[in-house]
């Protein structure tokens, strides 16, 4: 991934309905309603992930009005999920309008996991919620028993953007796999 040049080469799985929307219009803005259609039962799962993230994220790029949530793309191809008949944008971006994040830590997001500073920390909170009684840490988000965990849970999420400014001068070293958050796809940016 090469950042010097203000530039970052993205892959991102887009729907027809996004291409479409780049071609006719220049720019595609995604919203809440399409994560609600797209994940339908499970829509809270990904909107409580999703909700988190723009609450962060937007204190690192700007948010435009028009957007709800961000578009995902990867730095390298292979980490591209080409299920569901999506088909791959290649883009180049301005390195401004990307927020930088190891995948694997959305990952924990997604699963609605807490995101210690380090293994050992992971760990150790895993140790805690056994011992209240709690299956997975899921179960202390989305349900209203738990509130202190739940909280220490969603603010552990602001580590998710813990790599962004090193990602940003190219140093990739603590991070495994580069995921970036775009506000929007721009069709300037297709490559």
């Given amino acids: 991934m090469d950042t010097e040049r203000g530039f970052v080469d993205l892959y991102s799985p887009q729907a027809e309905a996004v291409w479409q929307a780049v071609e006719s219009e220049g720019t595609a803005f995604s919203r809440r309603e399409y994560v609600r ?16 993230y723009v609450r962060e994220a937007e204190k690192i790029v700007t948010r435009p009005d028009e957007t709800a949530y961000p578009y995902w793309a990867f730095a390298s191809e292979d980490m591209v999920d080409r299920s569901g008949g999506a088909r791959v944008m ?3 971006v301005p390195v401004s309008e990307a927020v930088f994040f190891d995948q694997y830590d959305w990952y924990k997001v997604l699963r609605l996991s807490y995101i210690g500073e380090t293994e050992a920390d992971e760990e150790a909170f895993l140790r805690d919620l056994q011992m209240r009684g709690i299956r997975d840490s899921s179960e202390a988000v989305l349900k209203p028993f738990y509130p202190d965990v739940k909280r220490t849970i969603v603010s552990s999420w602001k ?14 070293s603590d991070v495994r796999a ?13 490559i």
């Fill in 37 to 52: 259609k797209k994940y339908g039962e499970s829509a809270v799962i990904f909107l409580t992930a999703y909700d988190a």
């Fill in 90 to 92: 290649r883009l180049r």
């Fill in 159 to 172: 580590r998710l953007f813990r790599h962004d400014a090193d990602i940003r001068r190219g140093d990739m």
């Fill in 178 to 190: 580069v995921q970036a958050g775009l506000w929007c796809i721009k069709k300037e940016w297709l």
